[in-house]
């Protein structure tokens, strides 16, 4: 049994909303998906999708995305992301899921071998796009969810690993933000997220923080290949 992870799908079967005009890499990009996830997870292995997953604006058009992501082998747990505007009322997201998937949201996962904590995250305060008197409730708020989930999390391991997922960036820079500070305070030992695209990536999208390794999954930096993730029993 493996952990997988592939975030920022983007998929739009009810939205016909081409990839490719942010670079010829995402032509096809759902047949890449689908080619390289069949060729590496097994049915038994666990893979984390962090956000992003559909272009839909209503849970009745992100169906479509839904059943692709379903149809993959493997057991799917899923994130919000900031343009997954169908993920509104989580018991109506949960009760639409198809088998094999499952929503997280300000709780946590138990997968047998580890357990998932995780939340959407937020802009950090002095990043480029922040606004100041706009950003910072929505910021405290994802923060406290952060802290539910990982304390759910933590009292339910067992002595099992424990991995976070989320979308946006935890850390910009490598350096400590109340994301990570909570991170490592709980006993995590990995943090996987998504939300940054090319060609401008950042200079150390793969870093680590107070023993805690964060990386990057969004699909086109993975060359929209499911990332097996290490973690330590």
């Not at 975030?7 to 990009?29: E, I």
């Not at 922040?130 to 910021?139: H, I, M, Q, S």
């Not at 424990?162 to 979308?167: A, W």
Request: aromatic letters at 10%; proline letters at 7%.
């Amino acid at each position: 049994m493996s952990l997988w992870a592939l975030s920022d799908l983007h998929l739009s079967a009810s939205s016909a909303k081409p990839m490719d005009v942010f670079g010829p890499n995402w032509k096809d990009h759902d047949q890449k998906i689908r080619r390289y996830w069949q060729a590496a997870v097994k049915p038994d292995d666990v893979v984390l999708v962090p956000g992003d997953i559909s272009w839909a604006l209503r849970l009745e058009e992100a169906i479509p995305d839904l059943e692709f992501v379903g149809s993959l082998p493997g057991r799917k747990l899923m994130l919000k992301g900031n343009h997954d505007y169908w993920w509104k009322s989580l018991s109506k997201v949960r009760a639409s899921l198809p088998e094999g998937c499952e929503a997280l949201q300000n709780d946590f996962v138990d997968a047998g071998f580890a357990v998932i904590a995780g939340t959407r995250g937020w802009l950090l305060p002095g990043s480029d796009f922040f606004v100041e008197g706009r950003d910072e409730t929505a910021f405290e708020r994802e923060v406290e969810r952060l802290s539910l989930s990982l304390s759910a999390a933590a009292a339910n391991a067992g002595g099992r690993p424990m991995v976070v997922m989320m979308h946006f960036p935890p850390s910009e820079d490598g350096r400590p933000t109340p994301f990570t500070e909570r991170i490592s305070a709980s006993g995590a030992g990995l943090c996987v997220y998504g939300h940054l695209h090319g060609p401008a990536w950042p200079s150390c999208p793969d870093f680590d923080i107070d023993g805690v390794g964060y990386r990057l999954v969004s699909a086109d930096w993975l060359d929209f290949r499911p990332l097996e993730l290490r973690i330590e029993e």
